[in-house]
């Protein structure tokens, strides 16, 4: 199957970044595993927690993230669950409300449409309805991206969407690290979060560490250091960003790569720093153009540092259509190193590569 060749299980790059904080150790694990190992603490440290989606229980576990999580802890707090997101959002957001944790697991963003009435409409208003009174500790997980011709109905990036709506956090990790501190991050917040991970993320090995631990929602990082151009990349176009800043290093472009690594709320402070420094901006997402992450980006740093530009701001997404379904449509279709490297020259240097 042509699907299996887009992108074989790599490690992760070696960002400037270090990944271990605090002086922990780690040691070098899958993706999916190191998912599964912030859902296993969470359960095991918290019996508020449980999980629920369909195929959980399944024997690949959604991607690997909730392999035999029902064998250790119980079907009783594993479950899988009908295909009714309605329905059962509902049920996750009243469990919230009575003072559990649950963490839902929607397999991909498109369905979450069906649970708008519950995710936008409740879970993200009521703290602000009932003047911070009530909480609603929930996770909503999805996960998005090309693997196996998955077409325009398991394929949207939606993040552009969930970014628009005040009371929801909205986490989208790039490395190993990261999905597991976002993860204990997103179950400990006592309102709802959002995770939209990326199918190529899954491809990934990273370092580590066992214990718990977990990284701040709303504080990205710099994943390279670089002089010439700031490039703010979204989930696993993290990684492509970075090797192609490694590939223009040797044509004198430094380019500095921003992973912001939440999206609500949005570590402003960080990416107008860069920018200040570099004067230029490629802002790179999964999503749409129109009216998405991309957009959002470029007109807050058009807004609030505009005085820093030298250059416009390129932007780096998916067109604006439904995603086909064939293999080679999928090819023209997606983007990945090769379109950032060349809004990367364009910005830089003023023309195509």
């Known amino acids: 199957m042509p699907w299996s060749r887009i992108k074989p299980d790599t490690n992760e790059p070696e960002f400037l970044s270090a990944a271990l904080d605090g002086g922990l150790h780690g040691r070098r694990i899958s993706y999916a595993e190191a998912t599964n190992e912030a ?14 989606g369909q195929g959980v229980d399944d024997p690949s576990g959604m991607f690997g993230a909730t392999r035999n999580l029902h064998l250790t802890f119980g079907r009783e707090r594993v479950f899988d669950t009908p295909l009714a997101e309605t329905a059962l959002s509902g049920i996750a957001v009243g469990a919230a409300l009575g003072g559990m944790r649950p963490v839902y697991f929607h397999n991909r963003p498109d369905f979450l449409l ?32 090309r693997g196996w011709g998955s077409a325009a109905q398991h394929s949207q990036a939606l993040q552009g969407l969930f970014m628009h709506v005040p009371g929801l956090k909205l986490v989208m990790p790039s490395t190993c690290f990261d999905a597991k501190g976002l993860m204990l991050a997103a179950i400990a917040d006592n309102n709802p979060v959002l995770i939209i991970d990326h199918r190529m993320n899954f491809k990934q090995r990273g370092i580590v560490p066992e214990e718990p631990y977990t990284v701040p929602i709303g504080k990205g990082v710099v994943r390279r250091k670089g002089s010439d151009v700031t490039v703010v990349a979204v989930s696993h176009l993290v990684t492509e960003a970075f090797v192609a800043a490694q590939e223009l290093a040797g044509e004198g472009i430094e380019a500095e790569i921003i992973d912001p690594r939440t999206l609500r709320p949005l570590d402003e402070e960080l990416i107008l720093e860069s920018v200040a420094r ?38 780096v997404a998916n067109p604006d259509l439904p995603t086909p379904a ?16 060349r809004a990367i020259i364009r910005t830089v240097r003023g023309k195509e590569a």
């Open 39 to 52: 859902l296993s603490l969470a359960l095991g440290l918290d019996p508020r927690v449980f999980v629920m």
């Open 114 to 145: 069906l649970a708008m009435d519950q995710l936008v409409n409740h879970a993200a208003k009521w703290f602000y309805m009932f003047g911070g009174a009530v909480n609603v500790p929930l996770v909503f997980w999805a996960c998005v991206g």
């Open 278 to 315: 570099t004067g230029r901006l490629v802002v790179c997402d999964t999503g749409w153009k129109t009216g998405g992450v991309t957009a959002e980006i470029a007109a807050m740093v058009a807004e609030k540092g505009f005085g820093s530009l030298k250059a416009p701001i390129a932007r």
């Open 326 to 341: 064939g293999y080679t449509l999928e090819q023209a279709y997606y983007i990945g190193k090769d379109d950032i490297r």
